[in-house]
C-alpha cells in the first residue's frame, strides 16, 4: 500500500511540475513590456501574427 502511495504522490508531483512551468513559460502577455512595438521607419511594412 505505501509502494501505490508513493508512486501516486510521485505521478502527481510531475503533473504539478508540467502546470507550473507550462503556467511559467506562457505568462508573456501579462508583461507590459512586450505588448509595446515600436516602427522606425515608416516606409516598411510590419506583419504581426498572434497565435
Known amino acids: 500500500m505505501n509502494m501505490r502511495l508513493l508512486v501516486t504522490f510521485i505521478f502527481l508531483g510531475m ?25 522606425s521607419d515608416p516606409g516598411k511594412k510590419l506583419v504581426l501574427q498572434l497565435d
Request: without cysteine; charged residues 20%; glycine residues 4%.
Open 15 to 39: 503533473f504539478m511540475f508540467a502546470i507550473d512551468s507550462y503556467a511559467l513559460n506562457n505568462n508573456g502577455p501579462h508583461d507590459p513590456e512586450l505588448k509595446k512595438i515600436t516602427i
